[in-house]
């Protein structure tokens, strides 16, 4: 058998690939494990609870309506560390290069990154630059691994019969983004990746609501995070299409090249699941934060299982997990 | 500009690299950073000291005499945690594959990290996959990221005047093994790559003994760590050339390339500098080690600065800096 496309596009084939990690002898440090598949793992450290994560990132462009491969790179690991409820503090950065690449790309790279580790405070503390003849790489991939504390751990499996399904906002932006600029398509500089780190939000969140599980939506999407959480968590989710924030423009894009906004990559949104009694906090202090404005509450969970999309129609349908991401190399 | 092999061979030129990332505004988040350029960032995380370090492993070929890119991958970030005196205790793994990698390559790599994790009793938690388009990457690329705890930290930068210099067993195996694997030349099957994870060994010596200072001498090999060492310590290094351990395979493989077998990458070795009267427990506690078997003492520390080879035939001449590795894509 051969490595194909979809072992990396974040749905149910890349499973092939986690089974064989998942047969290494020790996955779990003390805390929550690699057989966890969560955002990331933790390990108890004195008497703390350590977070720690890491993603490789090979998006394509490079560069791209609302961000770049160095903004990303430091996003999705933020994010990751956020999802469990940790606090950021530090990230490593492993960088490939292929050799003839361009140095002030490099450099505008590295200060993106830069401004999206400032934006949270976070230090970039150790790395590693390997270079590979030309040919052996397309131009650049960055591996970052980020470590932060939790005070309170969240899971993606912790949602409960009564919760909220909250979004953060928009859904879609960042895969339609990528897609637009990659194909030169008309609308490719009216649709703006939502690429962004939301460790503060989160946090400021956690301050004054329970969030009872959380998740962010990236490879394979909201379609692909929601089952996740409701399939991890034993329970039915149900969500109300006309809830749903979906921008314009992603709409348009979406129909045109029949792409489901639901199964492409967000790089700076969270789904969550909150009790009802902290549903208005929750919503108020997203909407508070630059990222989170078009924070809306999108559905309920009920006990059962699968996740339900009651359509505008009146009518209903499964939002089914997909096998990937229609949307090759996103992030 | 654009970026060459070098700015990847761990030499002088990658510091135009490195240069980059120090840039960014936080690069410390409390302990050591990066601006140290030693082998790990160190964290208080609570009441501990957090060691915090990554690598990326582009090894040619994939599977080499005694060892593979797994092995390698895991062996390679455990050391580094291991030479700022940190216990490992977990790895992340992001891997990047190429779309048509052998399934079954894939599963002897990760069954080959799985025996390196289980040697040190360090668990393998948190991960993310990629899969690149045929022909945007060659093969596989495994970056590991790894976290331990410290109750002494140890620096690449603490060599005293008086301390001797120990390696823990012969020099230059790692490269020329992958020269010779790669070059199919008739001694392949002689040289074997000495990776190997070192944490459990170091952490044996560091009970028993002090050390001043200490650094793997993976790319760019011995000179250039012993260098890096001298210059941050503010001191001279005396090298003895007759005391240096190199096998009679390496040795001939060197003659016959013309490539100087200390400016190669080991991959599970050590070099440490130790107070006077810690040497003979040190080097005692090495070779009851099954990694340090051909532990030595190779040179003093003087004041001074440089690093000098008295050579066997009487004379002296300067250990430089080598400007990058003699192997492409060594680890």
Redesign the interface.
């Known amino acids: 058998?051969?490595?194909?496309?979809?072992?990396?596009?974040g749905g149910e084939v890349?499973g092939?690939?986690?089974d064989?990690?998942l047969?290494?002898?020790?996955?779990?440090?003390g805390g929550i494990?690699?057989e966890s598949l969560d955002d990331?793992?933790v390990?108890p450290?004195?008497?703390?609870q350590?977070v720690?994560?890491?993603?490789?990132?090979?998006v394509r462009p490079l560069f791209f309506p609302g961000g770049d491969i160095g903004r990303i790179s430091v996003c999705g690991t933020i994010n990751d560390v956020a999802m469990m409820g940790g606090k950021p503090?530090?990230l490593?950065?492993?960088?490939?290069?292929?050799?003839?690449?361009?140095?002030?790309d490099?450099?505008r790279i590295?200060?993106s990154?830069?401004k999206a580790?400032?934006e949270e405070?976070?230090?970039?503390?150790?790395?590693?630059?390997?270079?590979?003849?030309k040919?052996?790489?397309?131009k650049i991939?960055i591996?970052t691994?980020g470590?932060g504390?939790a005070d309170t751990i969240i899971r993606d499996n912790g949602l409960m019969p009564g919760d909220n399904i909250i979004v953060s906002g928009t859904l879609g932006d960042h895969g339609f983004a990528v897609l637009a600029s990659r194909e030169e398509f008309d609308f490719a500089d009216q649709i703006i990746s939502d690429v962004a780190p939301l460790s503060g939000m989160v946090q400021s969140v956690l301050k004054i609501g329970k969030i009872n599980a959380m998740k962010d939506p990236t490879r394979g999407g909201f379609a692909s995070a929601i089952n996740e959480m409701a399939k991890k968590s034993g329970v039915m989710v149900r969500i109300h299409e006309e809830e749903v924030p979906i921008r314009s423009s992603v709409r348009a894009a979406s129909q045109l090249l029949g792409i489901d906004p639901l199964e492409v990559a967000n790089e700076g949104k969270v789904v969550m699941g909150v009790p009802a009694e902290d549903t208005e906090a929750v919503l108020k202090a997203l909407r508070s934060h630059r990222y989170g404005r078009d924070a809306a509450i999108i559905g309920t969970v009920t006990k059962g299982k699968g996740v339900i999309m009651e359509t505008t129609a009146g009518g209903e349908r499964f939002i089914e997990t997909p096998i990937g991401d229609p949307v090759?190399?996103v992030c």
């Open positions: 058998m051969k490595i194909s496309l979809m072992h990396g596009a890349m092939e690939v986690i064989l990690f047969k290494i002898s020790n996955t779990n440090a494990g690699l990331g793992a390990i450290i004195g008497n703390k350590l720690f994560t890491t993603d490789s990132h090979v503090i530090a490593s950065c492993g960088l490939i290069l292929e050799e003839g690449f361009e140095f002030d490099l450099s590295i200060d990154m830069d580790l400032s405070n976070v230090s970039l503390v150790t790395g590693d630059t390997k270079v590979l003849e040919g052996a790489l397309d991939a591996n691994a470590i504390v090759p190399r």
